[in-house]
């Protein structure tokens, strides 16, 4: 099984900045893509960026130029630098990973608790 323990969430004014993070843990052989989603209070759950293990990445277009997606595979971590943030990024922020553990032979889903980010005046 894979654990995700997420990080950084907050309340921060118009145009502030915050940093997630996710780190997982647990039996892993190896983790292929990791990525963020958000819910917003009556709206379905959205993606919001993705990074794959050679690196490559997506954002939804609300984020594009905002939002940075990275990784550290040494430390199983993702991280979501949000910059310039706007009232309307108030979300659940979910971290989300498809990893392989020991004695499987597929890569499964995992997602995180969630963590509460607020922005407003």
């Known amino acids: 099984q894979v654990q995700l323990v997420e990080s950084g969430g907050g309340l921060v004014q118009p145009g502030e900045s915050l940093r997630l993070s996710c780190a997982a843990s647990?039996?892993?052989?190896?983790?292929?893509?990791m990525g963020w989603y958000r819910q917003a209070p009556g709206k379905q759950r959205e993606l919001v960026a993705t990074?794959?293990?050679?690196?490559?990445?997506n954002y939804a277009d609300s984020v594009k130029g905002r939002f940075t997606i990275s990784r550290d595979n040494a430390k199983k971590t993702v991280y979501l630098q949000m910059n310039s943030l706007k009232p309307e990024d108030t979300a659940v922020y979910y971290c989300?990973?498809?990893?392989?553990?020991?004695?499987?032979?597929?890569?499964?889903?995992?997602w995180g608790q969630g963590t509460q980010v607020t922005v407003s005046s």
């Open positions: 990074i794959t293990n050679g690196e490559s990445t």
């Open positions: 989300h990973v498809v990893a392989r553990s020991l004695g499987t032979v597929w890569a499964s889903d995992y």
């Open positions: 647990g039996r892993i052989f190896s983790i292929n893509a």
